[in-house]
């Protein structure tokens, strides 16, 4: 019975896409910058020129006590995955719109265009994927004020 409701806890969750902490640049003309946060020009600019000069202290060295730094390339691969995410999420076309056909009221199209607009708001808002719950009910509460408003009510 036990192994019965952990499935059934299981069912509704969803796995987050893996995402990597974005590191702190330490040197060169994007110093103390968030990888996520630069433009893609400047990511470029940092992988081409400033990703070469990203240092870190290593572990102690038996061998050669007297190196301090070694080169970090986290940053640089960081910034490459960051551009290819950013490429990638333009790529991808939105859910497609709602089909309107010739012989369809007015109702009938407002009614697809509130159910569609109420889909794609509700791909952002939903508390699974990080919204709030205050600003889902206010969507449902919106949705029903436009759907009641199609039927003529």
């Given amino acids: 019975m036990r192994n019965r409701s952990r499935a059934r806890q299981a069912v509704g969750r969803r796995r987050r896409p893996f995402r990597p902490p974005a590191p702190l640049i330490g040197a060169g003309g994007f110093k103390g910058r968030v990888v996520a946060d630069l433009s893609d020009e400047d990511l470029q600019r940092f992988m081409d020129w400033d990703a070469r000069s990203q240092l870190t202290a290593p572990h102690r060295n038996l061998f050669d006590p007297?190196?301090?730094?070694?080169?970090?390339l986290a940053p640089y691969w960081c910034a490459r995955y960051e551009?290819?995410?950013?490429?990638?999420?333009?790529?991808?076309?939105?859910?497609?719109?709602?089909v309107i056909g010739d012989r369809d009221s007015i109702e009938e199209i407002a009614r697809k265009l509130a159910d569609y607009g109420y889909r794609r708001a509700a791909q952002r808002c939903h508390p699974d994927h990080g919204g709030s719950h205050e600003v889902w009910i206010r969507l449902m509460a919106a949705k029903n004020r436009?759907?009641?408003a199609a039927n003529g009510k």
């Fill in 83 to 98: 551009l290819e995410r950013r490429r990638n999420a333009e790529l991808q076309p939105g859910p497609p719109g709602p």
């Fill in 146 to 148: 436009l759907l009641a």
């Fill in 66 to 72: 007297q190196r301090q730094y070694c080169v970090d």
